[in-house]
């Protein structure tokens, strides 16, 4: 079992330094066609359309590099685990989980992420109890660790028949695995 888990690690490594690898000659690559592009230019064959788009893609490239640069710590690179329980507050604190569920979860997949849902249990009324998701993908701990803490909602609550205010603190936590 032990030999699995260690082989599962050391390709997983592989793949992920193979994929930088290739972050690295693509951005080389750009390099050189930014400046036969701009050679181009000077003579009139290309746009300068053509180089703007190509000069896009290139600097998308270097903020990836960055970022990534940037998350530098051993766990950064992690997967990472997180975990939405409402607490007090009733059906207003439980709606207010289930929004930054739904919120969490369009950045997974805006991320590329692949999401596992480990426990979830929804609310009487409306909203979650809990939910608690493993989030897999280079860089998700890294990406996600400063989200960790309390969000804050003050909101005329809509299960409130008398159209009060209603304040909700939602903690929650992020951990690599």
Partial sequence: ????????????????????????????????DIAVLIEFAENGEVEDEEINNELIQYEKIIKDLELKLILGNKQD???????????????????WADMLFRMYSRYIERKSFNKNILDYQPGDEAGIKDVTIEIK?????????????????VRISPFDSNSR??????????IHL
Avoid at 165 to 174: G, K, M, Q
């Fill in 1 to 32: 079992m032990e030999y699995q888990h260690n082989a599962s690690t050391i390709l997983k490594n592989i793949s992920r330094i193979e994929n930088e690898i290739k972050i690295w000659s693509d951005l080389d690559k750009r390099n050189s």
């Fill in 77 to 95: 690179i992690q997967d990472a685990i997180l975990t939405i329980h409402p607490g007090a507050g009733g059906t207003e604190s439980q709606d």
């Fill in 137 to 153: 993908g280079d860089y998700a701990y890294g990406m996600l660790k400063a989200e960790a803490g309390i969000h804050r909602l």
């Fill in 165 to 174: 205010r209603h304040t909700s603190l939602l903690p929650y936590l992020f």
